[in-house]
T-cell receptor, first 114, second 111 residues
Framework: DAGVIQSPRHEVTEMGQEVTLRCKPI?????LFWYRQTMMRGLELLIY????????DSGMPEDRFSAKMPNASFSTLKIQPSEPRDSAVYFC????FGSGNTIYFGEGSWLTVV | DAKTTQPPSMDCAEGRAANLPCNHS???????VYWYRQIHSQGPQYIIH???NNETNEMASLIITEDRKSSTLILPHATLRDTAVYYC????????????FGTGTRLQVTL
């Protein structure tokens, strides 16, 4: 299995630009998560989906952030407009809900907003 | 989620067993204990989980006390590649897929 695939792996963008991070979960998994990691705040859950439906987005920091999951094999996390404080590593993860809940993480997207 | 408490850092000599403790005194009867680790610059990786019985897999062993208020993750023969941050998590039943990561224990394995 290819695992959770994220793109881009690294992105540097200017403040005010739109950023789109992409995720392909493991085939057959029905839950998908977006996490953000910074030195100051550690790993934070932003949002998670079950069967393509957003279940809990209480971790999304503000309206500049949005996430979609149009189908079972693809999700996006969008930041518009981006700000320097959004610089972080963004992880996508997936699991088969009810299977013991082992969550598999991607390698992350390293975002720098200058 | 049940609150978990872990030491911020530990050292272990290569080849020796690494014993990482976790306190979860508020855990309820049907909440599992999960362990993940994060090697530098990588995504977190699942290690093991358990409810009340001790568990072992190819990566580690998990010892849970009889009262379930604490547990210990054991890496039987630590190697340099085990240097990582180790997270102990006890998620609410029903939202067990929603993991909340604390600050974990930074394990440094040395020669």
């Amino acid at each position: 299995d290819a695992g959770v695939i994220q793109s881009p792996r690294h992105e540097v963008t200017e403040m005010g630009q739109e950023v789109t991070l992409r995720c392909k979960p493991i085939s057959g998994h029905n839950s998908l998560f977006w996490y953000r990691q910074t030195m100051m705040r550690g790993l934070e859950l932003l949002i998670y989906f079950n069967n393509n439906v957003p279940i809990d987005d209480s971790g999304m920091p503000e309206d500049r952030f949005s996430a979609k999951m149009p189908n079972a094999s693809f999700s996006t996390l969008k930041i518009q407009p981006s700000e320097p404080r959004d610089s972080a590593v963004y992880f996508c993860a997936s699991t088969l809900f009810g299977s013991g809940n082992t969550i598999y993480f991607g390698e992350g997207s390293w975002l720098t907003v200058v | 989620d049940a609150k978990t408490t872990q030491p911020p850092s530990m050292d272990c000599a290569e080849g020796r067993a690494a014993n990482l403790p976790c306190n979860h005194s508020t855990i309820s009867g049907n909440e599992y204990v999960y362990w993940y680790r994060q090697i530098h610059s990588q995504g977190p990786q699942y290690i093991i989980h358990g409810l009340k019985n001790n568990e072992t897999n190819e990566m580690a062993s998990l010892i849970i006390t009889e009262d379930r208020k604490s547990s210990t993750l054991i890496l039987p023969h630590a190697t340099l590649r085990d240097t990582a941050v180790y997270y102990c998590i006890a998620p609410n039943t029903g939202t067990a897929s929603k993991l909340t990561f604390g600050t974990g224990t930074r394990l440094q394995v040395t020669l």
